[in-house]
């Protein structure tokens, strides 16, 4: 194995906090899984690469290099272990935080915008040329934009190969290879298995699926789409995440929000299903998340946990009814984003923990997450829709409008009978069923317009800056509303939204003095918690309305 592939780090960058090779070795040494998807480790004796908390016997420390990314380790010939699967590990949150060309575009390649608009698609996005591109990734994260995309079609494929019976033709196309030699070349180099293999190895239960094998899609042509979800049971999926999760709260507060018709939760509390129509680049879906977690998820060590209660979490199952597969790593990234799975609560609850003020709440909501949104459009229209009035009450105004102008199902899933609206449709509706003022309506048309028209960009990696920039400049978009669709629609950890009441009450509640006017008290105090202030705002809401925003 040459010694010359090892990544370096760019300037600025470290792995996850961990700046020598001495501390990373520490978190290898202890199991450490808070580092998780964070950084990744290759043995030069096995050839193998793995995530920090394997259970594996720790390789000596001349033997081991590191490196950023699944991708780059791949790069570098290291297959992928069979016992820790790094590959299955959450995101690093750092894309989430990082607003830079490098975290736009980890995000885009996360949504599939490679595989189908390759990489010049991904430059033009950016801004950028395909070779500043290929430089900025590859200088910070040891691979280009193609082979991090590879290495996530491999991922969506193997998860294929253990989970459904489909044709090992159609898992290749349906991952996003371009042809069948191609994907057993790319499975054999990270799995050093065939696809076959892979697929037998799950039915012995041996180094297999941690999911069951579902009744699955019926057979497709390659590259082909149904009307129908794909099986009855879906394919099913364990969408990891790391330290606690709080299940409570993320799927109160899902709950709480359900648009009639595009939304609904089942179960009580402890035992919920969330379920969920969604509109996708190939056709479309209904995504079901269970609140019952896997593992622990609260700190407390687990067989495949690190020590000193360095746990990797656990994971929520999910089932996707996918209408054309090619759509399930899209799919997947959406729910994990509406779910924050890839978030870092042990650098949140640091951060915020430090505070006087939210120490208590902190301690009192471990694992609290910022719930993102599957579609950007639906989160910008429910912001305005909640213009002053309460969630409840936008949330009926949402189900109306799904249900004038919603694109039917072809046939309804429990009480899933729509996909939400999109912005041609909006920008021309006259909206007379909402019953809303005038001037509220003529906001909501005007949004729509401009996300159809290109005129405010809020895909996955779209500028955070310039696309708030650009909300605010539409008539009847204020501050509060641009911020929250920047921390939902966008996905942004770091937005203070000073001018909302159950802000204002939870900071009350907590002890904290407010003022009023542009620069309050809330606002200074909020410099302290970046980058990580809309977990502030969650743990503000908490206490202060069941409901907050």
Excluded at 181 to 199: C, G, H, K, V, W
């Amino acid at each position: 194995m040459s010694d010359s592939r090892e990544w370096r780090p760019g300037r600025g960058r470290t792995l996850g906090g961990v700046t020598t090779d001495e501390s990373r070795y520490e978190a290898v040494r202890s199991r450490d899984a808070r580092f998780d998807g964070v950084f990744f480790l290759g043995v030069r004796t096995t050839g193998i690469y793995c995530r920090p908390s394997c259970p594996a016997v720790t390789p000596k420390r001349e033997n081991v290099r590191y490196y950023p990314s699944a991708a780059a380790a791949q790069r570098a010939g290291f297959r992928a272990c069979r016992r820790c699967r790094p590959d299955a590990v959450p995101g690093s949150a750092e894309w989430d935080v990082r607003a830079d060309v490098v975290g736009r575009a980890m995000r885009m390649i996360g949504d599939g915008v490679v595989d189908r608009e390759g990489v010049a698609g991904l430059a033009a996005r950016l801004g950028y040329s395909a070779r500043q591109v290929q430089r900025q990734l590859t200088a910070e994260l040891g691979a280009g934009p193609v082979a991090l995309a590879r290495a996530q079609r491999a991922h969506t494929a193997r998860v294929l190969l253990q989970t459904t019976p489909l044709p090992v033709t159609e898992i290749a196309f349906a991952a996003g290879f371009a042809s069948v030699r191609q994907f057993n070349d790319t499975m054999r180099e990270i799995y050093d298995r065939t696809p076959s293999a892979l697929r037998a190895a799950a039915s012995r239960g041996g180094n297999g699926p941690r999911t069951p094998r579902c009744s699955g899609p019926s057979r497709l042509p390659s590259g082909a789409s149904s009307d129908a979800p794909s099986g009855p049971a879906g394919v099913p999926l364990r969408l990891a995440y790391r330290g606690p999760y709080a299940h409570d709260q993320v799927f109160g507060f899902l709950e709480r929000r359900a648009i009639p018709g595009v939304e609904e939760m089942t179960g009580g509390p402890g035992a919920r299903t969330y379920r969920r129509t969604l509109r996708l680049p190939y056709g479309t879906a209904v995504a079901e998340v269970d609140e019952r977690p896997g593992g622990t998820g609260t700190g407390t060590r687990t067989g495949t946990g690190g020590r000193n209660g360095r746990t990797g979490g656990g994971w929520l199952d999910c089932r996707l009814h996918l209408t054309d597969l090619r759509d399930l790593t899209t799919a997947v990234q959406r729910v994990r984003r509406l779910f924050d799975l890839d978030a870092d609560p042990y650098a949140v609850a640091e951060r915020l923990g430090g505070d006087a003020v939210l120490r208590p709440l902190v301690e009192a909501a471990p694992g609290l997450r910022s719930p993102g949104a599957p579609d950007p459009l639906e989160l910008a229209v429910r912001a305005v829709l909640g213009q002053q009035i309460t969630v409840a009450g936008a949330r009926t105004l949402a189900g109306r409008l799904v249900a004038a102008y919603g694109k039917p199902l072809a046939s309804p899933d429990g009480s899933l009978t729509h996909l939400f609206p999109d912005a041609g449709a909006l920008a021309s509706a006259p909206l007379g069923e909402l019953g809303m003022p005038a001037a509220r309506r003529d906001t909501l048309r005007t949004v729509a317009e401009a996300v159809a028209d290109g005129t405010v960009a809020l895909d996955p990696g779209a500028d955070r800056d310039e696309a708030e920039r650009a909300l605010r400049a539409l008539r009847g978009v204020g501050p509060w509303t641009a911020g929250y669709v920047r921390m939902r629609a966008l996905g942004d950890p770091d937005v203070f939204l000073d001018g909302d009441a159950g802000v204002r009450h939870g900071l009350e509640l907590a002890g904290a003095g407010v003022g009023t006017g542009e620069e309050s008290g809330g606002t200074r105090r909020a410099e302290r918690w970046r980058p990580w202030r809309s977990y502030a705002l969650h743990h503000l809401w908490r206490p202060a309305s069941q409901g907050g925003r």
